[in-house]
């Protein structure tokens, strides 16, 4: 397997060959000289068995193997406090159960409904609010095929808007995403707008190659957005640089939905540089969410008021087009 480095990658293989040989344990020899792997420990170790862990080279190239408190390797290396979850933390924190419709589909809203295709990723970041359910075997938001949700979705015409999430959709196939919106759009023809909801661009740019840009704009009448996932400016490298400009390019609106999250981005000087490098590349800042109550993923969480603050001092220092939504489920 090659060591981290310099490269890039332009084809579908090279992808799934990125993902295929990405770390899975802090533990590889490819981390021996990481700082963060002396802090996290043997109890993140024990994390990384309970919990999914994959981490591609494209990404651990972002960590400062120096640095043991590395934000970086915050979002994607297990850490002990997964292990003891705070009593307020929940398994399924924003609901997408209570308001399932169909396997495996869940509708929220009255126009838009999301589909959650795969519960596979990239990289599985540490706070992410559907870490539990992806985690179980059970996999009751991810269970059977996708008929019962296109029969749902032409007998409920006032959704206009589908979502594809997961997991991340772009896991799938340009073959099979190609074929995954043709049969959306035939089950339901008032579909106005498809948004993908990825971290992609970020955890494994090699990812956005021409094929996959050729299968998202297969879409009819409809609209296609791209929803990325930037927490950090650090993450704004030079491979996930050119897979902004790939999407940008074929016409694709992009926009970025970021998580509030202690010891990563808790300063209003680093959100500021996130939202405003963004902006430059056309990608405009649409969410800042409040961690979400995630069992497991409390160490992440802070204060609501002190994110009201960071979110209110922006208010000056950027365009007003750059300062992103923020929200807090309740």
């Known amino acids: 397997r090659p060591v981290p480095g310099p490269y890039t990658f332009l084809t579908m293989q090279d992808w799934q060959l990125e993902l295929k ?75 997408d159960l209570a308001r399932k419709a169909v396997s495996p589909l869940t509708h929220r809203y009255q126009d838009r409904a999301l589909l959650h295709v795969t519960n596979l990723c990239p990289m599985y970041c540490r706070f992410c609010f559907r870490k539990n359910l992806m985690n179980e075997r059970e996999e009751e938001l991810y269970s059977g095929d996708f008929s019962e949700a296109f029969a749902y979705l032409a007998a409920h015409p006032e959704i206009e808007e589908l979502i594809l999430t997961g997991g991340d959709p772009w896991m799938l196939s340009d073959e099979k995403i190609q074929a995954l919106m043709s049969s959306i759009l035939r089950a339901s023809p008032t579909i106005r707008r498809i948004r993908f909801h990825t971290r992609m661009p970020v955890t494994l740019p090699s990812r956005i190659t021409e094929g996959l840009v050729a299968a998202i704009r297969e879409s009819g009448d409809a609209r296609v957005f791209v929803v990325t996932h930037f927490n950090h400016p650090r993450e704004l490298g030079k491979e996930a640089l050119a897979a902004l400009h790939r999407l940008r390019r074929a016409g694709i609106i992009v926009l970025n939905q970021s998580v509030l999250l202690k010891g990563v981005n808790d300063s209003v000087e680093l959100l500021r540089d996130l939202f405003l490098s963004l902006g430059n590349e056309g990608v405009m800042p649409y969410y800042l969410h409040h961690c979400d109550l995630v ?36």
């Open 21 to 95: 040989n990405a770390v899975t344990s802090i533990l590889d020899p490819a981390l021996k000289d990481y700082a963060f792997v002396r802090s996290f420990g043997v109890k993140g170790l024990e994390a990384a068995k309970q919990f999914r862990q994959l981490v591609p080279y494209s990404y651990l190239k972002l960590i400062d193997p120096d640095d043991p408190n590395d934000p970086i390797a915050k979002m994607a290396f297990a850490s002990d406090y997964e292990l003891n979850p705070a009593k307020f933390g929940l398994r399924d924190p924003i609901g």
């Open 295 to 330: 069992a497991g993923a409390e160490h992440f969480r802070l204060p609501i008021e002190t994110g009201r603050k960071l979110w209110t001092q922006l208010r000056g220092r950027l365009p007003g087009y750059m300062i992103p939504q923020y929200v807090v489920e309740t």
